[in-house]
Nanobody, 125 residues
């Protein structure tokens, strides 16, 4: 079992920046690929970004390319989502998730085995 806890959400003005953290515990979180998803109000959950277990592979949704970055520190069992140039449409509950390494596409939520509880990000216009 892996437990994931997100932190770092909050309220930010459009154009601002925010960084989210996802701390893993339980089985060694470093063996898992990590992803970030979000669910805007009234909409379906969508893929945001993902990083391979070793950190060499990084993947982003078109909507966040060039604005968001992703990283991880396996020594701390923590993944990060760095969000810049935030827009009101980035408002959502953000979830981190873990999947078995190299299993399935990064952008599909059902491939992930463990999920955090979510953290709210609100971007005011």
């Amino acid at each position: 079992q892996v437990q994931l806890v997100e932190s770092g959400g909050g309220l930010v003005q459009a154009g601002g920046s925010l960084s989210l953290s996802c701390a893993g515990s339980g089985r060694t979180a470093s063996i898992y690929d990590m992803g970030w998803f979000r669910q805007p109000p009234g909409k379906e959950r969508e893929f945001v970004a993902a990083i391979s277990w070793g950190g060499s592979g990084k993947y982003f949704a078109d909507s966040v390319k060039g604005r968001f970055s992703i990283s991880r520190d396996n020594a701390k069992n923590t993944a990060y989502l760095h969000m810049n140039s935030l827009k009101p449409e980035d408002t959502a509950v953000y979830y981190c998730a873990a999947k078995h390494r190299d299993y399935g596409r990064y952008d599909i939520g059902r491939n992930y085995n463990y999920w955090g509880q979510g953290t709210q990000v609100t971007v005011s216009g």
